[in-house]
């Protein structure tokens, strides 16, 4: 347990045969309950994970025979017959965490990437009623950024602001990382069921979060907490991933806009965005016709439609970002400005 709250941890694994045992041999004394998801690995994940756990579990029983936590086992293996993708891996654990009753579930991918002493700063806001999700962060402060490869900084940067307009935490940042920790209530309260399951489960479950008002907390953790090599391997391929998670987020803004209920005057904000995009847009199509067709007076209007639906926007931007001020946080590991 961490400060009197059971702690659960999933680790999704895909073809992590080389280093999720090393994952299983790191693991905090404190977490209660670790659930180990193999997503239909095509290489000896399984065995591995199967090996490392009975590894375990015979170096816990040479201790003093007492319980482990607040359970009799502590490992949970588990393999998907299907691959789902790293979303369903988690959701698979959060369905068992859930069942558990665990306080607080955190994720560590299988890659081992992810300090486990890290760990106790993730689980602190939790733990402290501060937030329902927590999530490392390598974006807080820009002296952090040069551990990241540069093609996957620009890809994180621009998913990072997608990604705040979709969610409307403003203040959000790497929302790609993966480092997390959930609590009970939020659990509770999400359908995990109409989550998404691939690799933009992270952006998708803002949005979820935000919907119903949860507060987020980002906590400081620069990348050399993740990357130990300068040629980062990765199972996400950004040229793909980036545009699909560009249209889910863009859906999922349209959906946040729709919802009822959450934080903040919802119809204002749906009718300021709708005339600034549809501003914009006629005011472009207009420009544009006269510059391929001109046509005398037929764009003499569309500057002071830019202007105003590009104010319209802004506006948009300024609600949103006010009626949701109070969901988000950022913890620093030293004293910041």
């Not at 490392?52 to 170096?59: G, W």
């Not at 993708?85 to 607080?104: M, P």
Request: hydrophobic share 45%.
């Amino acid at each position: 347990m961490y400060r009197d709250h059971t702690v659960g941890v999933v680790v999704p694994a895909y073809n992590e045969e080389a280093l999720v045992g090393r994952v299983v041999e790191t693991m905090p004394e404190f977490v209660d309950r670790v659930y180990l998801v193999d997503d239909a690995s095509t290489d000896d994940t399984w065995a591995e994970i199967n090996d490392a756990v009975a590894t375990a579990r015979e170096a816990e029983a040479l201790d003093d025979g007492s319980i482990h936590g607040a359970f009799d086992e502590r490992w949970v293996p588990i393999q998907h017959d299907d691959n789902r993708g790293v979303g369903g891996a988690i959701l698979t654990g959060y369905r068992r965490a859930l069942a558990d009753d665990i306080d607080a579930t955190a994720v560590m991918a299988g890659d081992a990437q992810m300090d486990p002493d890290v760990l106790p700063r993730l689980l602190a806001p939790v733990v402290e009623g501060e937030a329902e999700y927590v999530k490392a962060s390598r974006l807080l402060r820009r002296e952090d950024w040069t551990g990241m490869p540069p093609f996957r900084l620009f890809g994180n940067l621009l998913l990072t602001g997608l990604t705040r307009i979709s969610s409307g935490y403003w203040r959000m940042t790497d929302p790609q990382n993966g480092y997390t920790v959930i609590s009970q209530h939020a659990l509770t309260e999400l359908d995990l069921d109409a989550l998404y399951e691939d690799y933009g489960f992270a952006n998708d479950l803002l949005v979820r979060l935000n919907a119903h008002g949860m507060p987020i907390a980002d906590v400081e953790t620069p990348s050399e907490f993740f990357y130990e090599d300068e040629e980062w391997d990765s199972h996400i391929d950004l040229k793909t991933f980036v545009p699909k998670t560009s249209v889910l987020l863009l859906r999922n803004f349209c959906w946040r806009l729709r919802r009822d209920g959450g934080p903040g005057p919802v119809r204002s904000l749906l009718a300021l965005y709708a005339v600034g995009v549809v501003g914009v847009v006629v005011a472009l199509v207009l420009l544009l016709s006269s510059v391929v067709a001109p046509a005398g007076d037929s764009a003499d209007g569309s500057p002071t439609l830019l202007v105003a639906g590009g104010l319209s926007l802004l506006l948009g931007f300024a609600l949103d970002l006010g009626s949701n001020a109070g969901l988000h946080t950022r913890v620093y590991s030293e004293p910041h400005d």
